[in-house]
C-alpha cells in the first residue's frame, strides 16, 4: 500500500505544480506598475510608438481601427474600462486610427468582419503604464479584419507589449516582447 501511495504524491505533486506555472499572473499587463498619468498629446504619441513597433505607419495602404475598450490588466480580453472619447477623437485626428470595431473576446472561426472602407487590423490597447522617468509600457492587441463585402481576411492575431521611452519630445519603441498566450 506504501508503493502506490507515493507515485500518486509525487503525480498530484506534478500536476499541481504544473496548472500552477499555466496560470498568468495576476496583472498580467503591466505587472507591478502603476498606470502613467501623461497629457493627451504624450498619450498619443505613446500609442503611435506602440503601432509603430508592429506596423510600417506610413504605408498609405495600411488601416487601423481602434477597439472603444481598453485592455484589462488580467490575461485574456475580458473586460477593461471604455477608451476616452477624446483620446479616440485625438487618435483619428493624428491619423492614427481611421475609425472603430470591438476586437473579439474569444478567437473566432471565422475572420473578423469590420465595417470600413478598406480591410486592415482592429487594435485594443492597454493603458500606458510608468517603468519610470520618460518610459512607459504599452500592450496592444492586434487582429486582422475583412470588410463586410471583400474579399476574407487570413485570421492573424496577437499581443505584444512595448518599452516605450521619449527622447526630447518624441515617443518611440525601445522594446517589445511577446507574452504568452493563457
Same mark, same amino acid.
Given at each position: 500500500?506504501?508503493?502506490?501511495?507515493?507515485?500518486?504524491?509525487?503525480? *498530484?505533486?506534478?500536476?499541481? *505544480?504544473? $496548472?500552477?506555472?499555466?496560470?498568468?499572473?495576476?496583472?498580467?499587463?503591466?505587472?507591478?506598475?502603476? !498606470?502613467?498619468?501623461?497629457?493627451?498629446?504624450?498619450? !498619443?504619441?505613446?500609442? =503611435?510608438?506602440? *503601432? %509603430?513597433? $508592429?506596423?510600417? *505607419? @506610413?504605408?498609405?495602404?495600411?488601416?487601423?481601427?481602434?477597439?472603444?475598450?481598453?485592455?484589462? /490588466?488580467?490575461? %485574456?480580453?475580458?473586460?477593461?474600462?471604455?477608451?476616452?472619447?477624446? +483620446?479616440? @477623437?485625438? +487618435? =483619428?485626428?493624428?491619423?492614427?486610427?481611421?475609425?472603430?470595431?470591438?476586437?473579439?473576446?474569444? /478567437?473566432?472561426? &471565422?475572420?473578423?468582419?469590420?465595417?470600413?472602407?478598406?480591410?486592415?487590423?482592429?487594435?485594443?490597447? $492597454? &493603458?500606458?503604464?510608468?517603468? %519610470?522617468?520618460? $518610459? !512607459?509600457?504599452?500592450?496592444?492587441?492586434?487582429?486582422?479584419?475583412?470588410?463586410?463585402?471583400?474579399? /476574407?481576411? &487570413?485570421?492573424?492575431?496577437? @499581443?505584444?507589449?512595448?518599452?516605450?521611452?521619449?527622447?526630447?519630445?518624441?515617443?518611440?519603441? !525601445? /522594446?517589445? %516582447?511577446?507574452?504568452?498566450?493563457?
Amino acid at each position: 500500500m506504501r508503493s502506490l501511495r507515493c507515485p500518486r504524491i509525487l503525480f *498530484l505533486t506534478v500536476a499541481t *505544480l504544473a $496548472s500552477a506555472r499555466r496560470q498568468p499572473p495576476p496583472d498580467y499587463r503591466g505587472f507591478g506598475l502603476q !498606470v502613467a498619468r501623461m497629457p493627451l498629446r504624450d498619450r !498619443v504619441a505613446v500609442y =503611435r510608438a506602440a *503601432l %509603430g513597433g $508592429s506596423f510600417r *505607419l @506610413e504605408d498609405p495602404t495600411l488601416f487601423i481601427l481602434a477597439d472603444t475598450t481598453l485592455l484589462p /490588466r488580467d490575461a %485574456g480580453l475580458a473586460g477593461g474600462t471604455p477608451l476616452q472619447a477624446e +483620446l479616440l @477623437e485625438a +487618435l =483619428r485626428s493624428a491619423g492614427i486610427v481611421k475609425g472603430i470595431c470591438k476586437v473579439p473576446e474569444r /478567437r473566432q472561426r &471565422e475572420p473578423l468582419i469590420c465595417p470600413a472602407d478598406r480591410a486592415g487590423y482592429a487594435v485594443r490597447f $492597454s &493603458e500606458p503604464f510608468a517603468r %519610470g522617468g520618460d $518610459s !512607459v509600457q504599452v500592450h496592444i492587441v492586434v487582429e486582422q479584419y475583412a470588410t463586410p463585402f471583400g474579399p /476574407r481576411a &487570413e485570421r492573424l492575431r496577437f @499581443e505584444r507589449a512595448y518599452h516605450i521611452a521619449r527622447s526630447g519630445s518624441t515617443w518611440r519603441a !525601445v /522594446r517589445e %516582447g511577446r507574452l504568452p498566450q493563457p
